[in-house]
């Protein structure tokens, strides 16, 4: 089988993830936090070491602002949710991701917020002075992916972070597709909360993720419960990352994410970035001379995270994925990708496309095994 969906969630994942995973699981997974016991300890201190490394990566200075959560969803979610208020007003893009839109949508419906969505250009690439342009009084959060998961369009996340914190606006950011494949920088692009899945670009299992709070924003918590900390207070401890962390921690996830992050740490942000645009510019140009291929991606490495979207002729793109799979063994997806305003910005509503996306175990080899496949599928459709 030949893997083009990493930006479903990356595999395979790095030896060492797996590794780090089972020794936890038979060596040391007791519940961190909870106990006094060596197991316990030696658990906490992992998933604490897990914590460093993630910081280490998008430049976190107090690691105990960042909070460990079960995708990069749920990080959303506590971000949205818990920093709107009734008749506030939330700036965000049409490239977002259904992880933002229903929380916006479900804001908008059940406590009167106002959502302003930013169109950007034919590629859904926004323009910094459009969001400048929408700043109300009442604007409470600017929220952004880092990029786009339908077709890998990177957006100019720093200088939307300036222009927040010119204002005064927290500014979130979903970097669900570029973290750990991407440089990401919080301090340098004013980023007052970033959610990020562990599953993707950051190499660690499903199941893990995060959320990074800057001190001084005040989010209400989705969620109560058992943190192991201040047990005799009825309400929920304040202090990061307990506030965020109810429950008992995804520990064995948790350390792979660590390992993950350390493993991207180790390969440089940068080697990644650079080989995944060179199969993303291969994949893209190759795709480009098929006949009846429309591409909805840019190729150049400073506008894509990995991703070519395309579609072939008027074939259903379901189809063609299930052909891709089926006849030559290819993984991808196809559809809305759970994005349907990107989908309406970039002229594939209801239709959807077919997304190709780029991992750092994949090789030129699998490429060009790709577009002979893609060709072949042509040839039968067109003649
Ligand atoms: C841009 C974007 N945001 C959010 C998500 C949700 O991530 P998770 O599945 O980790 O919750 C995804 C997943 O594909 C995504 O691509």
Known sequence: ??????????????????????????????????????????????????????????????????????????????????????????????????????????????????????????????????????????????????????????????????????????FLVDASQGAGALPVDVESWYID????????????????????????????????????????YEFQPEIMPDFLESGTLNTPGIVGLGAGAGYVMKTGVANIHEYKSHLTELLADGLSQIPGVMLYSPADKDRNSGIVAMNLADMDPAKLSLLLDKDHGICVRAGLHCSPAAHSALGTAGRGSVRFSVGWFNTENEIMYALDAVDRIAYGVLG
């Open 1 to 170: 089988m030949i893997y083009l969906d990493n930006a479903a969630t990356s595999f395979p994942k790095p030896a060492c993830v797996c590794n780090e995973m089972d020794r936890c699981m038979r060596e040391y997974c007791a519940n961190p936090g909870r106990g006094g016991h060596a197991l316990s300890l030696k658990a906490g201190m992992d998933v604490m070491n897990a914590r460093d490394t993630v910081c280490r990566l998008f430049n976190i200075r107090d690691s105990m602002r960042l909070a460990f959560t079960k995708n990069a969803t749920e990080a959303l979610n506590i971000a949205v949710k818990g920093l709107a208020t009734p008749g506030c007003h939330v700036i965000t893009t049409a490239m977002e991701h259904n992880a933002v839109m229903r929380p916006m949508s479900t804001l908008e419906r059940d406590m009167g917020i106002e959502v302003t969505l930013i169109k950007g250009n034919d590629y859904g690439e926004v323009d910094p002075d459009d969001i400048r342009r929408e700043i109300k009084s009442n604007s409470v959060l600017i929220v952004c992916t880092l990029s786009s998961n339908v077709n890998g369009i990177i957006m100019p996340v720093g200088e939307i972070g300036r222009t927040a914190h010119e204002y005064g606006i927290p």
């Open 193 to 232: 909360m970033l959610a990020f899945p562990g599953h993707k670009g950051l190499m660690g299992p499903q199941g893990t993720g995060g959320l990074f709070v800057r001190e001084g924003i005040r989010l209400r918590t989705l969620m109560e419960g058992g943190t192991g900390s201040n047990s005799e």
